[in-house]
């Protein structure tokens, strides 16, 4: 080797677990796109004296096969970080793999909370961060009679006990709860007992085809019962990727919480945003779990950099101490809990855009147990429009 030739990288393996096929594969497709932008910055880097090596597997919504390509992921190819999961049912199903193999998951996913593993980087927002706001501008604006419909498993029912212990000591009330299995499109009954119900406000926490099958019945049922037009809908799940998919009429008007939407206007968003279009196409759509899988690339990669190499304690100490200018405004790790302190916004779709209309006035805290958080002063909650 001459003198003036650089010498080789090193190469960094990662894992990659998201299912861009089965009854999610909209939102998993998104959260890839993300996390391959993120990796093809990091290694044009010519500061950077490593790459990352993605390896790639599609769980396809299935249990069985995370577990089964999260084994071979740390055991055959010798992964120390892997990058994935959506639904809280697929991190549950590989935490115990992770956690023996003492390697490290980067978990893009908003989530229910009540959880803190060594483990895991949480990047996605705690019930704090999405449900709590929302529940907070809803108590102050109207009564809040809550129909809620979700999907049967850990995400939903968490989402369900969390709205009743906040709206009820505040006068509110949960008139019914029905949650279907993953994947069931049977929605019909479900309309139906909506419409027995006559409530004020309707509470969305399904996922995928589920909800997908739920929006359209409703849009149609709305034909037949112009009230249901009057019914206030809230999403903890709705995204840009999701509004596309559907069509813009029949989610007008819907309420949505998270932590990023296409709508925030700054600097950092529009460069994440350009890059992505520019890399994937003027077609598509990233969501909230696009922005923090690439994200979860970033705080990688610069723990690698403090480091000085992809350790796994080494990286967690690292990355808690870093903090970021991200798309979704002033980000930083929390060391008592290694989850993502972020700025809760509210967005309502109109015309097929997720707009947002209200924003925390900085970054929150994050409280996965919600160890810290005063229900009883959720009405009094501040924020900016």
Not at 95 to 120: M, Q, T
Request: a negative charge; glycine letters at 6%.
């Amino acid at each position: 080797m001459s003198a003036t030739q650089p010498l080789p990288k090193r190469v960094i393996p990662v894992g990659i677990l998201y299912s861009v096929s089965g009854d999610y594969a909209v939102i998993g497709r998104e959260m890839l796109n993300g996390i391959l932008l993120a990796i093809e910055e990091i290694n044009a880097n010519p500061a950077h004296e490593f790459t990352l090596a993605p390896i790639i597997r599609d769980p396809q919504g299935s249990l069985d096969l995370y577990y089964d390509y999260c084994h071979d992921l740390l055991y055959r190819h010798g992964v120390r970080h892997v990058i994935g999961c959506y639904t809280s049912a697929a991190r549950k199903t590989i935490l115990p793999l992770i956690e023996g193999a003492n390697a490290l998951l980067w978990h893009s996913a908003r989530y229910e909370g009540f959880e803190s593993s060594n483990s895991v980087i949480y990047l996605g927002a705690t019930p704090n961060q999405h449900i709590l706001p929302m529940l907070s501008w809803l108590l102050q604006q109207q009564a809040a009679e809550i129909y809620h419909i979700g999907s049967n498993y850990v995400w939903s029912w968490e989402m369900d006990r969390i709205t009743r212990e906040a709206v009820i000591p505040a006068g509110g009330s949960v008139v019914q709860s029905k949650l279907l299995p993953l994947g069931d499109e049977n929605v019909d009954a479900l309309i139906a007992d909506i419409i027995a119900c006559r409530p004020k406000v309707l509470l969305n926490t399904m996922v995928g085809k589920s909800a997908y099958s739920f929006y359209r019945a409703w849009h149609q049922a709305c034909q037949q019962h112009p009230w249901l037009n009057e019914v206030l809908k809230l999403s903890l799940t709705l995204c840009e990727p999701e509004v596309q998919l559907i069509g813009a009429e029949a989610l007008e008007g819907y309420l949505v919480s998270a932590s990023w939407f296409q709508s925030i206007d700054s600097a950092a968003n529009r460069r994440f945003l350009s890059s992505y279009r520019q890399r994937f196409g003027e077609h598509v759509s990233p969501s909230v779990d696009s922005e923090s899988a690439w994200l979860a690339g970033h705080l990688l990669a610069r723990a690698i950099v403090r480091h000085g190499n992809a350790d796994v304690e080494g990286v967690r100490n690292a990355v808690l101490q870093d903090e970021m200018d991200s798309p979704a405004g002033q980000i930083r790790l929390d060391a008592d809990n290694n989850h993502c302190w972020l700025t809760p916004h509210l967005a309502r779709c109109h015309n097929g855009r997720l707009e947002s209309f209200w924003q925390a006035d900085a970054a929150v805290k994050p409280d996965p147990w919600l160890a810290w958080v005063d229900l009883a002063s959720l009405t009094h909650r501040g924020g900016s429009a």
